[in-house]
Every structure is written in C-alpha cells, then in structure tokens.
C-alpha cells in the first residue's frame, strides 16, 4: 500500500525504517537503533553542489542525537534512499570511521559501491531501493537549481594597519571610490 506523504522529513524518517528492515537487516548487519533525526537540508561543510548527504555523530548535538541531511539539490527517490543508506551507516557507526574500516564494511554488505566516500547503489540494493520506493510513494521535495542562484558580486578586501594592527575590510568599489581608509591612530591601512 502506497501512502502519499506531503512532508519529506516524515518520507525520510518512514525511509530509515524500511532501510533498516528491507537492507540492513537482509544485509544481517546492526540496525540504526539509536537516536537519530533526518531531514532534508544543505550539508555543513564543503560544497554544496558536491556534497548530497551528511551525518552528524552524537556528541555534536545537546541531546546526544545522530543527525543525518540530504541535500535539497536530490530528488530522485533512488538515489536519495541510498544517500540515507549511506548517512545511516555513519550513525550507526556514530561517525567514528569516517569512510574506513567498519563503515566500508557494511556499505559494501548493502550493497553500496564505489569510492567510499561517493557511493552509489549496486544493482542487488537499487532494486530493494525501488520497492521502498515504490512503497513510500512520490518523494515530496522538487530538486534546488543553484544555477539559478545570483552570484554573490561584492568581495570584502581585508586592510591591516601596518602600525597598530587593527584590520577592516571594504568592498573594491568603496576602495577605488574613496581610496584607502585612515586607521584610528592616524596611519593609513593597505
């Protein structure tokens, strides 16, 4: 039975469910069992375009919560069911290996492949990644172009006052309009 949902968190909480029963454990690898949240959102660090997937371990949240994102720049429902397979494997693993070791380990046993630290899903989990799919229904987000995205124009030019220390920063254009600043202790900044 297909349920339609109109929040993606909820899609994504009701994903880790089936992930834990359909993947890992026909996988006979640890389920996800401690406290965990999931949402859609753009990861912490690096490139947003690069990075589509992210966990957070334990001890990063006041209430000691495994936090896994996926990217709002996903919208396929297969391939953002094996981005939360893989966020899973680092809460499971409460972030302690990085891409190594155990996390290597049971990414290869579901059936991830690939540079670790870029999986994709193999044949044997794309298809069990289908009929959660398929079960799940529709994911309810629609893919974020940053191409669209303006470009941000203005640069701040960082200015150190070669006597005292003091640094501030202006745009180029308030630079070649005005000139450099003068430093409160009367030297001019460069």
């Keep these: 039975m297909q349920i339609k949902y109109h929040n ?3 899609w994504l909480s009701v994903a880790v469910g089936l992930i834990n029963n359909d993947v890992f454990d026909d996988a006979g690898i640890e389920r996800l069992n401690a406290s ?4 859609c959102s753009w990861p912490g660090g690096g490139s947003a375009r690069k990075r589509v997937g992210e966990c957070w371990p334990s001890g990063s949240s006041n209430d000691k919560t495994r936090e896994m994102f996926v990217s709002p720049i996903e919208d396929n429902p297969i391939e953002v069911l094996g981005i939360v397979a893989h966020e899973m494997i680092h809460a ?18 579901i059936g991830l492949e690939g540079k670790m630290t ?28 940053l191409n669209d995205r303006k470009k941000q124009t203005t640069r701040m030019i960082k200015m150190t006052c070669s006597n ?13 309009q005005a000139g450099y600043p ?3 202790c009367g030297n001019k900044m460069a």
């Design 8 to 10: 993606r968190d909820v």
């Design 36 to 39: 965990w949240r999931i949402s």
């Design 92 to 109: 499971i693993d409460d972030c302690k290996h990085g891409h190594r070791g155990p996390f290597r380990k049971m990414a290869l046993a």
């Design 118 to 145: 870029a999986t994709t899903s193999g044949p044997e989990l794309t298809k069990k990644l289908k009929i959660i799919a398929d079960i799940l229904g529709p994911y309810p987000h629609a893919k974020l172009n």
């Design 164 to 176: 005292c220390g003091f640094i501030a920063r202006a745009s180029k254009t308030a630079i070649e």
């Design 182 to 184: 003068i430093c409160g």
